[in-house]
């Protein structure tokens, strides 16, 4: 118990200093639902999407294992030239808590069209712009903590900040790279002078390929994401899926920090998708592995051509 404790402790001291940024995504968040971290993707896709994931539940060994619950939408507009979309993302770690509402807005430019023969095999080819703003609700229960005699936990913080951001994204075909930026202000405006929120930057590529382009029952999706942040280690996830005739899916990924992701999930419908996740930490972190469940609905064509 005294140990459990002082993990925390722990925890809410380095989040003192360091304050909140967003954790990096789980394997299955950026990898299936990447508007959380870029809004260049909002309305990609021919048809809306929402997307709900719970991640970090289900473990009761450590009381201040992050956990993070976001829901999300976009769609796409103006036959894909726009895109629009929103989310809420509460994060979760010791005695922090933070929650970001967000719209988004995306325009594209296509490097060539759909005016093509039937026979000819069309790669749509295009580059995203993405904007996004809102606020963020940030909050630290410093004196649940108990700590006496120290100035650094002698009030707690609640606070409310804007928020804003931007993304790029390059699709041509199966191949996709984008970088985004989601929170540009970070504590720029912020009225508390021990606050002191990073701004993240992220780099994501993959692609998806197909042993029979004309018959995909399997497709493979290898997929990299970059992250930079400021007085942190530079991070590399490694990651590669299956997807067997679009009815189950598998994969696994590797994360710099000694960190282990497995999923499963499947498709119903050709509309909805459920995944699974679970993630392994490194030996020396207190907070144990971690859980996480990923719901999805696309219209339109649903993932059927995903």
């Known amino acids: ?35 959380v ?58 005695v922090t808590s933070a929650t970001q509402i967000f719209a988004a807005y995306s325009y594209k430019i296509y490097l060539n069209d759909n005016r093509h023969p039937y026979w000819k095999v069309y790669d749509r080819t295009f580059i995203s712009f993405g904007l996004n703003a809102g606020a963020l609700l940030y909050n630290q229960d410093l004196l649940g903590l108990g700590i006496q005699d120290d100035p650094n936990f002698t009030e707690n913080v609640n606070t409310t900040l804007p928020l804003a951001g931007a993304g790029i994204l390059f699709g041509h ?4 790279v984008g970088a985004s930026m989601p929170n540009l202000l970070g504590d ?20 998806h390929i197909a042993l029979s382009r004309f018959q995909p029952d399997f497709v493979f999706k290898p997929s990299m994401l970059f992250k930079y942040e400021s007085g942190a280690p530079f991070q590399v996830d490694a990651n590669l899926s299956v997807n067997i005739k679009n009815t189950v899916e598998i994969g696994a990924g590797y994360r710099t920090s000694n960190t282990l992701n497995a999923f499963a999930g499947f498709y119903l419908f050709k509309n909805f998708r459920a995944l699974y996740s679970y993630t392994q930490g490194s030996a020396d972190s207190p907070i144990g592995n971690t859980h996480g469940i990923v719901l999805s609905y696309r219209a339109g064509n649903g993932y059927a051509v995903d």
């Open 1 to 35: 118990m005294a140990k459990k404790f002082f993990s925390m402790v722990v925890f809410a001291i380095a989040s003192t200093y360091l304050a909140w940024a967003q954790q990096t995504p789980t394997f299955t968040e950026y990898n299936y639902n990447t508007f």
């Open 37 to 94: 971290i870029n809004s260049a993707y909002a309305g990609v896709f021919d048809g809306a999407e929402a997307t709900l994931s719970n991640i970090g539940f289900g473990n009761p060994d450590f009381q201040g294992t992050p956990r993070s619950f976001a829901f999300t939408f976009n769609t796409p507009l103006q036959n894909q030239k726009m895109g629009l979309g929103a989310g809420v993302i509460n994060d979760e770690i010791g």
């Open 173 to 176: 075909g199966n191949f996709f």
């Open 188 to 207: 720029t405006f912020a009225n508390q002078d021990n606050l002191q929120l990073s701004r993240p930057i992220y780099a994501y590529t993959g692609y």
